[in-house]
T-cell receptor, first 115, second 113 residues
Framework: GAGVSQSPSNKVTEKGKDVELRCDPI?????LYWYRQSLGQGLEFLIY????????KSGLPSDRFSAERTGGSVSTLTIQRTQQEDSAVYLC?????????????FGQGTRLTVV | LAKTTQPISMDSYEGQEVNITCSHN???????ITWYQQFPSQGPRFIIQ???TKVTNEVASLFIPADRKSSTLSLPRVSLSDTAVYYC??????????????FGGGTRLMVKP
């Protein structure tokens, strides 16, 4: 595709269930980022991938959160035993390389609602 | 990464020029300055990037003084559609050791008719 694709666009889940959020980066982009954004708030960094490895996972809020990336492409963010405070928009971005002088392209996000 | 400080919000009117200043006193030699724009219900979008002096593109201009401790994003003749949150980021050009995209709180720009 032409841009970063995230799925699903919306997800409603019951408290305690596990969810998987998917990100398809732009082809050839080695760097991939996950962020979380609560209503009216700024972007909260979660994890950064360079290829398949995650040199920076410092933003993952708890051990219920995990992410993986396979084949240097698709990434999945998994939230186990979801809580209401996990409700937010989860944004994925990719760039040609993990450097601040390269443009990052964001997907439209997945809006997660935990009820 | 250098920490950035920018106003929480700004108001303007259609047709005016808007200047949003970002402070980054601890900017390092290898750091670039990048601005992103975010509309409601969308992911951020790259606007402009610079290292020093002035950069201009079809959307905005970026002014960076010689000491690089601040930068100013200039939006000429804003319209209602420029209402958005604007983020200033500062980060190193080449470093695979960590996250290069740390977003602060941003500046919420409201353009009024």
């Amino acid at each position: 595709g032409a841009g970063v694709s995230q799925s699903p666009s919306n997800k409603v889940t019951e408290k305690g269930k596990d969810v998987e959020l998917r990100c398809d980066p732009i082809s050839g982009h080695t760097a991939l980022y996950w962020y979380r954004q609560s209503l009216g708030q700024g972007l909260e960094f979660l994890i950064y991938f360079q290829g398949n490895s995650a040199p920076d996972k410092s933003g993952l809020p708890s051990d219920r959160f995990s992410a993986e990336r396979t084949g240097g492409s698709v990434s999945t963010l998994t939230i186990q035993r979801t809580q209401q405070e996990d409700s937010a928009v989860y944004l994925c971005a990719s760039s040609v390389q993990g450097a601040a002088n390269t443009e990052a392209f964001f997907g439209q996000g997945t809006r997660l609602t935990v009820v | 990464l250098a920490k950035t400080t920018q106003p929480i919000s700004m108001d303007s009117y259609e047709g005016q020029e808007v200047n949003i200043t970002c402070s980054h006193n601890n900017i390092a030699t290898n750091d670039y300055i990048t601005w992103y724009q975010q509309f409601p219900s969308q992911g951020p979008r790259f606007i402009i990037q610079g290292y020093k002096t002035k950069v201009t593109n079809e959307v905005a201009s970026l002014f960076i003084p010689a000491d690089r401790k601040s930068s100013t994003l200039s939006l000429p003749r804003v319209s209602l559609s420029d209402t958005a949150v604007y983020y200033c980021l500062v980060g190193e050009g080449h470093n695979n050791a960590g996250n290069m995209l740390t977003f602060g709180g941003g500046t919420r720009l409201m353009v009024k008719p």
